[in-house]
């Protein structure tokens, strides 16, 4: 094969491997935008269960308080609003039930929400570590053909050289010998 024809295959392999590297590495780029992003949805997601668990403790204060006010009418339990109006006869048990049942709700729907949330980062993180990881493989796949074809070619340049160096000295002699008869010869 000629040069010329070898030197646009490897310059066509090189630019095909290139635009790959580079895909790759924009794919990876974008995946890891997203994991921060589910990070992020992560946290929020904690931060809301954090929150409902504050609320259920304010809710088992609230309940605590009722009875004991219920039970002793002792002021120190405060006077919840409902049992000073006379709102709810059965002390608020059916509210606090129901707000109870509503909290429950919210907080089984955040920990699903949590669970895909968490399962999505997980699955984003192993895409980006597998396009990352592609991506160096590319660069080295790259880092080596490109030193197999310089090894190659400084290889090939050097028996050139030499070559042509042989062909100088035997010409060279050649010439030398071909002068040094040629006196000989008119004696």
Do not use: C, W
């Amino acid at each position: 094969m000629q040069p010329s024809i070898i030197s646009s295959r490897v310059t066509g392999g090189f630019a095909a491997l290139l635009v790959m590297l580079v895909l790759v590495f924009i794919a990876s780029v974008r995946g890891a935008a997203r994991l921060a992003g589910l990070d992020s949805a992560v946290g929020r997601a904690r931060d809301v269960l954090e929150e409902i668990a504050v609320t259920r403790n304010s809710l088992r204060e609230v309940e605590t308080t009722r009875r004991g006010y219920l039970l002793t009418h002792h002021g120190e339990f405060g006077r919840p609003r409902d049992v000073a109006v006379g709102a709810h006869p059965d002390g608020g048990t059916i509210v606090a039930e129901q707000i109870r049942g509503l909290v429950t709700e919210l907080e089984d729907t955040e920990r699903e929400r949590l669970r895909d949330h968490e399962a999505e980062a997980n699955a984003r993180t192993m895409k980006v570590i597998r396009g990352f990881g592609t991506v160096a493989l590319i660069a080295l796949l790259l880092l080596g053909t490109a030193y197999y074809i310089l090894d190659r070619d400084a290889a090939v340049h050097a028996a050139v050289l030499e070559e042509l160096r042989m062909y100088s000295r035997s010409a060279a002699s050649a010439k030398n010998a071909s002068h040094s008869e040629a006196p000989s010869r008119r004696g």
